[in-house]
């Protein structure tokens, strides 16, 4: 699933409204989670996560966070992870869908949400949690990998088939990058903080800064920068690289996913 939050470096107009962070617990604060979905993603009903999964989530082990306002308890945005287990049978946090307001996407929400789950994994010991995200948005890149210091060790072609009915996913095949944040991690720490990795990169991958414009402008170009993209990760992840930087393009220029030697970031 997409992760709609924005840079969160940049304020719109008008001021930010006052807002707490908390679990998500009742059939109502559920229900705010699902027309959430409707306006981010605009889904149809078919492609919706139910009321139902929320509910059954929060008694086996998963939680859902919300921003909610404190004047009018309007729901913001949302977290929604799941319980998960890797090949080694390995648990780990499954952050499947986080999602901000459209007018509140860069004030720093999703930011906040995604330290809450970082919070509640801490809190059971459990590391790392993971999501995807289409490798073409450069601002969700931004996000997970620089500002939160996610790292990529997998691509996944076309991971949910052609049949999304969300609007942000027709055109192009659902290509997904798949984030490891280990929350525990010295690298992490220093994202939160500011605080960026010094050596080179060896390797790169560009794509647009603005792939949305592209494909109102231009499909088939879109459909070439995504077969680009995914020949570019299948090469540096089969040479034994991962992606642990990002640079987003400035002045028109291209972002690009930057690579390094796997060196086993989840352990330093």
């Given at each position: 699933?997409?992760s ?29 989670c ?15 996560t ?12 998963g939680f859902?966070y ?11 945005g ?8 890797d ?9 499947h869908?986080?999602?901000?307001l ?5 004030v ?16 059971r ?5 993971k ?16 500002k ?8 996944f ?6 049949r999304?009915t ?18 525990q ?13 010094q050596d ?17 402008r ?51």
């Amino acid at each position: 699933m997409n992760s709609n939050l924005g840079y969160d470096t940049a304020y719109p107009e008008g001021p930010l409204p006052e807002y707490e962070i908390r679990l998500c617990e009742s059939v109502d604060d559920f229900a705010a989670c699902v027309d959430l979905q409707r306006t981010v993603w605009q889904f149809s009903e078919v492609d919706l996560t139910p009321v139902r999964s929320f509910v059954i989530t929060h008694h086996s082990g998963g939680f859902t966070y919300g921003a909610f306002s404190t004047e009018d308890e309007q729901l913001l945005g949302f977290s929604y992870a799941l319980p998960a287990f890797d090949d080694g049978n390995r648990p780990y946090i499954y952050s499947h869908m986080a999602a901000v307001l459209p007018e509140w996407q860069n004030v720093g929400l999703g930011m906040k949400l995604k330290l809450a789950q970082r919070d509640h994994a801490r809190m059971r010991n459990i590391t790392p949690i993971k999501w995807t995200f289409d490798p073409l948005q450069s601002r969700n890149a931004y996000l997970n990998i620089v500002k939160l210091g996610g790292v990529v060790r997998t691509y996944f072609p076309n991971y949910y088939g052609n049949r999304s009915t969300s609007a942000l996913h027709r055109g192009l095949d659902t290509d997904r990058l798949f984030i490891e944040w280990w929350v525990q991690s010295r690298h992490v720490a220093n994202a939160l903080n500011g605080v960026q990795r010094q050596d080179d990169p060896v390797a790169a991958v560009e794509i647009p800064y603005d792939i949305e414009a592209m494909k109102r402008r231009n499909m088939d170009a879109a459909r070439a920068w995504q077969l680009k993209a995914r020949a570019g990760f299948h090469k540096c992840l089969a040479d034994g690289l991962y992606c642990a930087g990002f640079e987003p393009g400035r002045d028109g220029g291209n972002s690009r996913y930057l690579f390094y030697p796997d060196e086993g970031i989840e352990m330093r």
